[in-house]
């Protein structure tokens, strides 16, 4: 599986489990009636939420028009749409939020959009519409992990004004990381797949942070980044790219054994990296015996 891939794949996995509670409970309360309202008509004071409590639980703002059944039904036909054609999918959420530029969905379709625009090898959109949504949400946890990741491993050499991508990326992760914990499980989620998103979310991170150090060539940094991100996914097969960055971070500072162990773990997944680390597992062996290691 390539890094867009597994990227769009853990993109999927946090949209089904967290998105999608939140989009439900919002289609629940427009046609039940309430709104944001209690029984007496006022709004529900939010002086004793504390700051994660929103999380990604997508609230909606009081001062937002309430849904329509036009509306309400649109975007429960996007969130149903597969993702096995996705300009298609892309451009029915382009399309919904042309038509509801105010819409109380729009967290929904920003985080979807973002994910599958990363899907699509479109990263400049992916990043240009999920700022909207931090913008909007700024504890949408799982579109600032996403970012995270994707805004580092998206770089090159021509790529404009390299450290302010890099100083995003970096607020990004942090952000994430500072707040999934907080995040109050949704109601009827099994614990099991909570747990899993968090560990998602909170894996991209933390890799997004490793390659932010790894690029300004703080190895001693990346390393404790990149050893979260691979210990906490929870994807059946480990992302290789954590693997090798954290075999390169270790390499370049000295510590040859745990350079070549984790390059092994890499060259043992299926993919383009393979032959890279394998190479790089021999390389770090050689090293290791004719050099001298400094201390972890």
Known sequence: MTGKNRTAATAILLAGWLSAFAASTQAQTYQNGQG?????????????KKPGDSGSSLDIPSAQPPANAEEDAAVKAFQAMPNTDLPKKIAAGEDFLKKYPE?????????ALTFEYIQSGKPDKAFE???????????DVQTMAILSQSIPRAMNSSTPEPEKQLAKAETYGKRAIE????????????????????NATLAMAHSGLGLVYF?????????????????????????????????MSEQKASHYDEAAAAFAKCAAIAGGLQTACKNG????KKQGSTQLSSPK
């Open 36 to 48: 944001n309202q209690n029984q007496s008509g006022q709004q529900p004071s939010s002086q004793n």
């Open 103 to 111: 819409s109380r969905y729009r967290p929904v379709l920003y985080s």
């Open 215 to 247: 690029r300004r060539q703080k190895y001693n940094d990346a390393i404790p980044e990149l050893e979260q991100a691979v210990k906490i996914d929870p994807n059946p097969t480990p992302d290789p790219v954590n693997f090798y960055l954290l075999a």
């Open 281 to 284: 597992a021999e390389e770090a």
């Open 179 to 198: 707040i999934t914990p907080t995040i109050p499980k949704p109601e009827g989620m099994p614990d099991q797949n909570f747990n899993e998103a968090k």
């Open 129 to 139: 519409v999920g700022e909207k949504e931090v913008a909007l949400k700024p504890d």
